[in-house]
């Protein structure tokens, strides 16, 4: 008997993750960076407005994607109008998450944000008409209760509420692509996705009076965010998901906004209360009950 279940925990566990050893560490990468990302775009954003951060992070990652899938595009011209509706969505979630970040700690913005994880299956019920488990209703009720105390139950700040914004942006993005995803080209919908979020914001940082302080932090935090975190990062993510099943992806991803909580404290000393270690903690445990979730959607 013993013996039976050791060989049914090799076979279930340890051997997928030898096999996929390095899509595995390839996204664990992918959220490190992620995460990294919320304190650096936070201290960027003394030079530079929230729009005009995103305008030049994505014309960077898609120029990159352009220079290598030029004729991927042109091949597959049919993915467009769906590239545009979720362009659309990321560029909402990208947006609150960008403008919130100036007005609260780059740790809640990395733990709000990632409450896109409980919110997609509530929209992804609607959009692919996939059911919604006991286990995400318990996920929302946890995730509202942490996100009370990650507060400090004084109210949300303007910056956390735009965070939440952005969770749910991200969350109708990701059910999205669950419908596209399945019947388009995923590189195509990556690099045109990437597109539209940088016409949308070239758009708005033209109406607003482009204004930039050129500095070295800048710099940094344009080419790490729009190299590293954008292009390599979803090209990564794109090629990994391949072999990774969307459940095993969610579990590495909640990471997320427990690296943009470290990186957070060491870069810029932000530090957590008693409540708000005890709000992350609920968050995080609502993340895991969705990602474990049988048939949970993939993440973006």
Aim: proline share 3%; aromatic share 16%.
């Amino acid at each position: 008997m013993q013996t039976a279940i050791g060989i049914s925990f090799i076979n279930v566990f340890i051997l997928p993750a030898v096999k996929n050893l390095k899509y595995i560490l390839g996204l664990i990468s992918v959220s490190l960076i992620w995460g990294g990302t919320f304190p650096l775009v936070k201290v960027s954003l003394n030079f530079i407005s929230p729009i005009g951060f995103l305008t030049l992070r994505f014309f960077l990652a898609f120029a990159i994607l352009l220079l290598i899938y030029f004729r991927r595009i042109m091949e597959h011209k049919d993915a467009f109008k769906a590239s545009l509706i979720l362009g659309v969505f990321l560029f909402l979630g990208y947006a609150f998450q960008t403008i919130g970040l100036k007005y609260t700690t780059s740790s809640n913005a990395g733990f709000i944000t990632g409450l896109y994880v409980v919110f997609t299956p509530i929209f992804s019920y609607f959009i692919v008409k996939e059911r919604i488990g006991k286990r995400v209703i318990a996920a929302l009720l946890l995730s509202l209760t942490g996100l009370y105390f990650l507060s400090g139950i004084n109210g949300f700040n303007i910056g956390d509420v735009l965070e939440l914004f952005c969770a749910i942006a991200y969350g109708v993005h990701v059910a999205l692509i669950g419908k596209f995803s399945r019947e388009k080209d995923a590189v195509t919908l990556t690099m045109m996705q990437l597109f539209f979020v940088f016409l949308f914001s070239s758009i708005w940082w033209a109406g607003e009076g482009p204004e930039i302080v050129l500095s070295g932090i800048l710099l940094f935090g344009i080419i790490f965010t729009g190299i590293f975190a954008s292009a390599i990062g979803i090209l990564v993510q794109v090629q990994a998901q391949k072999h990774i099943s969307p459940s095993r992806a969610a579990v590495i991803f909640t990471t997320e906004p427990a690296f943009a909580g470290i990186f957070s404290f060491i870069f810029l000393g932000e530090e957590f209360t008693l409540l708000g270690i005890l709000g992350a903690i609920l968050i995080l445990i609502a993340m895991l009950l969705v990602a474990l979730e049988k048939g949970s959607p993939e993440l973006p």
